[in-house]
Nanobody
Framework: QVQLVESGGGVVQAGGYLRLSCVAS????????MGWFRQAPGKEREFVAA????????KYADSVKGRFTISRDNAKNTVYLQMNNLKPADTAVYYC????????????????????????WGQGTQVTVSS
């Protein structure tokens, strides 16, 4: 069982920035694909970003490309989501997710964007962007 704990959410004005962190309780963190998803009130959960092992494997939703950056520090069991130029439409609860099975099929048919492919989820952290 892997526990994921997110932090870094808050309230920010449009155009501002936040950095989310997610710490995983596993000794084999580098074996997991890590993803960020979000869910706004009244909407379905949507994919935000994913990373397989290290730089060069980052994937993003079109809505955040160029503004958000996902990264990971395998020595600290932590994945980050740097969010710049935030917009009111980014307001949501942000969830960190982990998947071991995705490691082998990460590049297949955008599996990294499917929530059902992830085995473990954090409790979520609220991000509110005011206009």
């Amino acid at each position: 069982q892997v526990q994921l704990v997110e932090s870094g959410g808050g309230v920010v004005q449009a155009g501002g920035y936040l950095r989310l962190s997610c710490v995983a309780s596993t000794r084999t963190f580098s074996d997991y694909v890590m993803g960020w998803f979000r869910q706004a009130p009244g909407k379905e959960r949507e994919f935000v970003a994913a990373i397989r092992w290290r730089g060069g494997s980052e994937k993003y939703a079109d809505s955040v490309k160029g503004r958000f950056t996902i990264s990971r520090d395998n020595a600290k069991n932590t994945v980050y989501l740097q969010m710049n130029n935030l917009k009111p439409a980014d307001t949501a609860v942000y969830y960190c997710a982990a998947s071991r099975n995705l490691w082998s099929k990460y590049y297949n048919d955008k599996k990294y964007a499917e929530g059902s492919e992830y085995d473990y989820w954090g409790q979520g952290t609220q991000v509110t962007v005011s206009s």
